[in-house]
Each structure stands twice: as C-alpha cells, then as structure tokens.
C-alpha cells in the first residue's frame, strides 16, 4: 500500500484521535466532558462552553446524507485515475456533519435523508478512511 | 453612535479599475498602483491628503505605503479572501466616522491568474482533503444540491444567473467574457465539481480596484458627484463553519439580517433597489442572496431569475458589469465600483435608467450589504 498517492491526515495532534480511533475501527467525535456537546472537526476548547476538558466518544457510526456532489476536476495528482468520484456530506446520528466518499453500491441519484453507516477502508498500513454505506 | 446614525455620512469619491486579464510581467503591488492613480485621477484629490490605506489581497501594506508615497494615519490589512470587501468598506466608514482618517483609500489587487492560483488541492489543505473534498466550488455545489432537492431548483435555472451576467458582460468593454451565451451553452458546459458546471464557476483573471472615501460633508469639494453610503448590515457564520465555504442553510438568516439591517439603516425596502450588486463567486451565491433579502420568497429564487428578470431590461438588474461569472474576478471590490458608476451615470451601453439605489450584498460566511444612493 505504500503506492498511495491520494492527500493522507496531516499530523494535526488535534485530529490523532480521530485517526488513532479509525484505525481500530470506531468511529469518534470530540466530546466535551463539561457539558456533553459533541462536535467535530475537534477544537482545543468546546465552541459551547469554552472548557478543555475534552474527549473523544465513539459514535454509532449511523448517519443520513445530507448532499454530495461529483468531482471531475483533480486538485490532486493522486486523484487524477478517479476522476469522476464522489464525495458526500453525512449528518451523524448524534449531530456532526462528516465529509466522506461513498462506499459500495450507490444509486444515481442518492437523496438527502438516505441512510447510512460507516465502513473504514485501509488506504495505508496506519490509516483507515471513514467511508458510508447505504443501509439496504 | 450607532450605526444607523452613519446613514448618508459617508461618500465614495473616487473609483479607479485597472485592465483585467493575464498580467504576468507586473505584481500585485502594480497593478494596485495603477487602480490607485486611475481613483485619484477620478475625484481629482491630491494623493498627499490620503491619510486612511486599507489593503486587501496585496502582501505587504508598507510596501504598498512606500510605492505610492503614502504616510497614512491609519493603516489596515485585510487577508485575501473574497469576502473582504463589504467588511472593509465598513472599518473605512468607521475611521472617518471617528476622525481616524479623513480620506480613506481601499485597495485590492488579484493575480491569481497569471500565477496560477487552484483554489483547491495543496494551495488549501484542509482536513477533508483525504476524501478529495477541496474548493470553495466544491462547497457551493454541495449547497446547490440540497437547494435542489429542498426547492426543486434545477441547474437551468442557475443558467439564467450566467446567461444574464455575461449579457452584462457584452455590454461592458473591460469585461474579461463578452461573448454571448445561451442556457443550451450552460447546460453544455464542462462539469466540474456536478452540480456545477463551467458557466457557475467565476472567472480567475489579474487585476486592482480602488475605492476612495471621505465624509459627505469634504466630498462636496471633490470632482465628481459623491455617491452616499446609506445603509450597511453584517453577520458572521463562523459558528457552523466546519466545511469552509460551505452553510446547510445558505446563509440565509445571516443575509436577511445584514439585508434588513442595511434597509432600515437607508430607509429603503427590496422594492427601491434599482440594480443589485450581488457576489457571484458561484451561480448559486446569488439564488442564495435573493432568498436571503426578500426579492423573493425561500425557496422560489430559480424561478425568480426565470425569463431574465437579473438583466439590465429585467426586473431587478443585478450584476450589471457581469460580476465574477463573466466581467472580473475582483472579490466584490469591481461589484461595489459597479455600484457607483451606476449611480454616476457612467456605464454607457449597460446603463440601468434612472438609477437611484444600488444594494451590494455577499452572502457567505461573512455576509456584508451596502446600500448606495445618489449624493
């Protein structure tokens, strides 16, 4: 897998949670311990409380689409062989928005609402990418 | 103070544009140097009582300083991000509200065209970059498809925003696209990042802008008829930000807010707006905008721009200089030029008749709309 030539996490320490959680399968969003908000991208203190004191709590990994578009142009040479493919917004089913790619079989033209679930796919010896799946 | 109480204060005296293309023997720095000259040349100042510089999407503010001489009292740097140029009108009233400054210039230069700029890819890494999700394009046509499939808005009827824009464009002699297009031209067009296609996308062309203000009271004595700020309104959206560019609910409470509050600071409703000056980064920004002001109901703006209600002969001209889609890629800054040429009575062939009120608006995650009328 060492021919992966798609943008892979930068070492964000914010993020390495999230990455470290996907690895082992299990879907994670930052959790605030003060007052229970949930949110994701993560942040050094909760955006509704303001306190440090965070974690990062799996998630159900179930999730509605939201919208997704089609990708023709590559902004990225390691994009340039998949060329259309799409990407999907999802809402997660405890709140947070996640951008992602579609996994498996997907209709031509998936709606807003659809149910989901999450899949990791091993695109590197140390990263899983958090993909969707429509629920039959 | 309050802001309301600015209402007519302020006066934009002096509009300078350079050409607009692929410039890749001169900077940022010259192409701005040229706009500034072409402004001052325009209201006639001696550029030595230029007191206030707000730079915008040009590197260094000193060097800009030192090039064209300038030892301003105030000073302001604004980053390059397209949405900067409402904000900045705005801090530049403010300064001469307070006597901060009494002669602003606002400049702003691009030149991403000639330097290749992607807006996308490795120039903007973000963190969903590994799902190849990159481009304030991308964003817009992730919103377009849920306006779709919430309103049953179609792409055809986003081509009607393209197709008037570049008519406006024909019509205008710096315009970067003049050449005519159809909805069959839209609909034919490249996709990019589907919804979107081509013809949604605005221009990336090199070029500067400056805007000179000064109080209505000092902008008497100036060469030409000063245009009034009569109304502002703002609102961030960084709260729900976490996919830049992008708002699931498009902007729209925080363009009703900025848009209600810029007509009751003018004194104006949707109704007197004469021509609309609307930020076109994509098609969809300005479906958006029209819900958000109230030109019509939530939902119903694809099938107000239907039959060519955005045209100079329309209903509600918007974008008579043909925006970002078809004129130039000045980040709202040629927009608000567009505003006071309009009330001068300076735009030739594009001339909306008896121009009185011009709205500039952007709706994105810094929404600003100004309302402008004849001093």
Redesign the interface.
């Known amino acids: 897998m060492s021919a992966y030539r798609?943008?892979?996490?930068?070492d964000?320490p914010l993020?390495a949670p999230f990455w470290q959680n996907a690895k082992a399968r299990r879907l994670s969003v930052q959790s605030c311990r003060d007052c229970g908000d949930k949110h994701?991208?993560p942040g050094p203190v909760c955006?509704k409380c303001l306190s440090e004191d965070q974690e990062w709590e799996p998630v159900s990994g179930r999730a509605a689409l939201?919208?997704?578009?089609?990708?023709?142009?590559a902004?990225?040479d390691g994009?340039v062989g998949?060329v259309?493919?799409d990407?999907c917004?999802v809402a997660l089913e405890e709140g947070?928005?996640l951008?992602?790619?579609f996994s498996g079989p997907v209709p031509d033209d998936p709606?807003?609402g659809t149910p989901l679930e999450v899949v990791f796919e091993d695109?590197t010896d140390t990263?899983a990418?958090p993909?969707f799946r429509i629920v039959a | 103070m309050s802001m309301q109480g600015l209402k007519n204060k302020i006066a934009v005296v002096g509009v300078g544009t350079t050409d607009y293309g692929n410039f890749p023997e001169i900077d940022d720095y010259g192409l701005a140097a040229r706009a500034f000259r072409n402004a001052v040349e325009d209201c006639g100042i001696d550029k030595n009582r230029i007191d206030g510089l707000l730079c915008c999407r040009i590197p260094f503010y000193a060097r800009m300083g030192e090039i064209l001489g300038l030892d301003p009292r105030w000073t302001l740097q604004m980053p390059a991000h397209g949405r900067m140029s409402g904000m900045a009108i705005i801090e530049a009233m403010l300064a001469l509200e307070t006597g901060a400054a009494e002669y602003v210039a606002l400049l702003y230069a691009n030149i991403g065209r000639s330097r290749r700029v992607n807006y996308g890819g490795e120039e903007l890494a973000g963190i969903w970059d590994p799902w190849g999700f990159t481009s304030p394009g991308a964003a817009h046509a992730m919103m377009f498809r849920m306006h779709m499939e919430r309103f049953g808005t179609t792409t055809r009827q986003l081509g009607e925003v393209s197709v008037a824009f570049r008519h406006h464009a024909s019509l205008h002699p710096d315009a970067v696209m003049k050449k005519p297009i159809t909805l069959d031209d839209h609909a034919a067009a490249r996709p990019i990042v589907e919804p979107l296609r081509l013809l949604d996308y605005c221009l990336i062309n090199d070029g500067a802008v400056c805007i000179i203000l000064t109080t209505a009271e000092r902008a008497r004595d100036l060469r030409k008829p000063p245009v009034l700020i009569s109304g502002v309104g703002a609102r961030d959206a960084f709260s729900r930000s976490a996919i830049s560019n992008f708002d699931p609910d498009f902007w729209y409470s925080e363009t009703r807010e900025a848009g209600e509050a810029a007509y009751r600071m003018a004194g104006v409703g949707p109704s007197d707006i004469d021509a609309l000056m609307c930020y076109d980064n994509f098609s969809p920004t300005v479906l958006f905008s029209l819900e958000g002001l109230g030109f019509c109901k939530r939902g119903e703006a694809g099938a107000f721009v239907e039959g060519g209600r955005l045209r100079i002969d329309g209903a509600l001209p918007t974008n008579t200089d043909g925006g970002h889609l078809s004129n130039s890629y000045m980040q709202g800054w040629a927009l608000n030029v567009e505003a006071v040429r309009q009330l001068r009575g300076e735009c030739g062939e594009r001339q909306v008749k008896d121009c009185e009120v011009v709205q500039y608006v952007a709706a994105t995650p810094c929404t600003r709309s100004v309302i402008y009328t004849r001093g």
Not at chain 1, 6 to 10: E, F, I, N, Y
Not at chain 1, 66 to 73: A, D, E, L, T, Y
């Open positions: 798609k943008p892979l996490p930068t964000d993020m994701f991208p955006p939201v919208s997704w578009v089609r990708f023709h142009r902004y990225w994009f998949e259309p493919y990407v917004l947070p928005l951008v992602s790619n709606k807003a695109v990263v990418l993909k």
